[in-house]
């Protein structure tokens, strides 16, 4: 039970990630069943049946929900966070291990009710990820009675659990740090974690109250967004938006700490600008809550607020750019390792410039008067969220893998992965920026309505042949991982010869992550290829505190 | 990767085309060049037996002086684009036509589009208003002013081939104006989830010649003073 029901933040990691896994096989098979109502309409889907329009409502509105809510946030964040946080600034755990214990299991609970609320009476929430009122707002609308209500419930639990994790990564970074690991010596990814998490917070106020809002017009009768009780649908895009656009980097960031920390180990050489990158992304989060109405150009607000808009949404290309350029900086003389996370990694670099530069058409409002709501925008997403999701997901498990379990991954299956995910990926996605310039509408349940899409029916079912290839190609993954974690060969300390702090710990470390004597830090995170040193890397760690005043601080840090 | 989109039938579609061009030439172009460095990058800096890494960290502005002209390459290149959208936002969403041609009510409803075209007098109200459902008729070469509404929640009319899109909020009428210059039907969309038969919301917009179009529509008006009989 106590393997279970765990205060140790390493634990909550792994059980952060496992819950997030899971969750992307339900993910995953709602993606199967959009794809296959796309290419072959009203044609029983194997494993399932007919997929009937309202259900196909309720498959689109549950994928986002799952794969933004329930995987990238799980492993991106929770299980990040939890694992690297203390490891990363030499703590032996988190600030608040019970709250942490209480983050992870409020989110099974979120999971179990988002789950079943596929078998209420009338099934799940129809009314998109976005939940847009009035379609949301009245059940007469959808036909759906308890599926809003309930996947308010569950995001509002998600976020309770977001909400609990957050305080943690904010009160550890700053109370728990280890002897000599000042801001400047803080690895980036803890950086780019602790970003995320004020993201969040000061994003998801708006959110929760517009929620509340919105589960009163449904239960209540209060018309907060229906015009013909005196409310306004607009309101909630405001609220949904100022949380929802700082959500995309919330799953961003921390995928870019991922990255920033894998570049440096496999090119042997320091990440390039490092203090840039930390005002980069300063700049960056403040200028995420300043964007947001460039979702609603269309919308039927103020047509006088689409240029403002438009011009901070292009500010914020700046901050990314230059952290871009760091990054392509941080790949010149150096002596790149091509290991299984530098491949996820570098993966991560090449397609996700495709999802940054293709928010252009989108962000340029009268391009977006074409774009907006097609095809395109589908494409376009799934460039910036799934690389960071999963090249930066795989990026990060196949680095941090050895720290998490003690073994290691099999190299040639994880090349395997690497490269039937890098296809197919871009197969399922690219063609879909061409089957949205035609004007295909997201969200239609059966294609064949429109003539005018004739042309890309080709187009539309070579795309679910890929995404089908795609997410059978993750099999290789769950073969390796559930193998390795059992029967991988033992990993050492520090395999990657990596400088961060988590790399001085034992792999796995044990509770309370480094025994009797705690580290303490003497460099900087990327002190790579420095002339005078010994090794092509030097340890933030070198020396260790005097005996007798470490057993002290083991009995406070580690409750019996 | 453009190259699927439908050729274009509105007056403005061809600025809009124009400035998706221009995106696609900038971003086509930074694609080509990073993604290409990329792999030299790779290539050229592959690990090799005795050849040693920089320890350059970047902290210098000599050193970061290549990322500063970038960024500042790609705001500048930004900012002309958006200048150039901004001028076509005028004139597709904030210049309504003052004297347009012809008013047309659009009415969006789950699921289904109609449309109604005014009295001589200029007033909406039946039996002199008449309503056609699911194919809007235009004539040619006129600029006709559209009067969205939604009865009921948000819809958005989608024309592809004429680059016009706008959602309709219930509760509020929100304009929109066309003028398409080619004759014959063009699809129209509902680009909105609105709830179980969304998908079946599409329609057609025909333009045609003023003649056709004066005849069409007393043939509407006569087919609504039938039925009111």
Sequence with gaps: VSAIFSTDHKVIGKQFLFLGLLMALVGAFTAYLIRWQIAHPNVPAPLFGVVQYGTYNMLVTMHGTIMVFYVAMPILLGSLSNFLIPLQIGARDMAFPKLNMLSFWVMVLSSVVLLASFFLPGGAAAAGWTGYPPLSADPRYTGVPWGVPAWLLALALAFASSTMGGINYIATVITQRAKGMTALRIPLTTWCLLSATVIFFFSVGPLVAGAVMLLLDCLAGTGFYLPERGGEPLLWQHLFWFFGHPEVYVVLLPALGAVLEILPVFTRRPVFGYRTILVCLGVATVLSYLVWAHHMFVSGMNFKLAMPFSLLTILISVPFSAIYFCMFASLRKSAIRFEVPMLWALGFLSTFLIGGLTGIFLGAASSDIFFQNTYFVVAHFHYTLFPSTFFGGFAAITFWFPKMFGRKLNARLGQLHFWLTFLFFNSVFWPMFRVGAVGMPRRIADVSQYSFLNGVAGLNHFITVAAICLILSQAVFFVNFFYSIFKGPKAEANPWEAATLEWSAASPPPHGNWGPSAPVVVAGPYEYSQPGAPADWMPQAAVEEPKIQKQVQVKQAIPA | ?229
């Design chain 2, 1 to 229: 990767m453009l190259d699927t989109m439908l050729k274009t039938v509105s007056s403005y579609g061809r600025d809009i085309d124009s400035l998706i061009n221009l995106i696609y030439g900038v971003t086509g172009f930074f694609f080509v060049a990073l993604q290409g460095y990329l792999v030299y990058l790779l290539w050229r800096y592959r690990r090799r037996p005795g050849a040693g890494a920089s320890d350059q960290k970047g902290e210098t502005w000599k050193e970061l002086r290549w990322i500063v002209a970038l960024v500042a390459v790609v705001l500048a290149l930004d900012l002309g684009i958006d200048a150039r959208s901004a001028r076509i936002w005028k004139l597709v969403k904030e210049d309504m036509p003052e004297h347009p041609d012809l008013t047309v009510r659009v009415n969006a409803q789950q699921f289904q589009w109609s449309f109604t075209y005014p009295a001589a007098d200029g007033s909406f109200d039946p039996p002199a208003a008449v309503t056609a459902s699911r194919e809007m008729h235009v004539p040619l070469n006129k600029k006709v002013l559209l009067l969205l509404r939604s009865k009921d929640v948000i819809h958005s009319f989608f024309l592809p081939a004429a680059r016009l899109k706008q959602d309709i909020l219930p509760g509020r009428e929100i304009p929109a104006w066309l003028e398409i210059t080619e004759v014959g039907p063009t699809p129209l969309a509902c680009t909105q989830l609105c709830g179980v038969a969304h998908t079946a919301m599409g329609g057609s917009v025909v333009a045609e010649a003023q003649a056709d179009f004066d005849h069409w529509l007393a043939g509407q008006r006569a087919a609504t003073s039938e039925e009111a009989r």
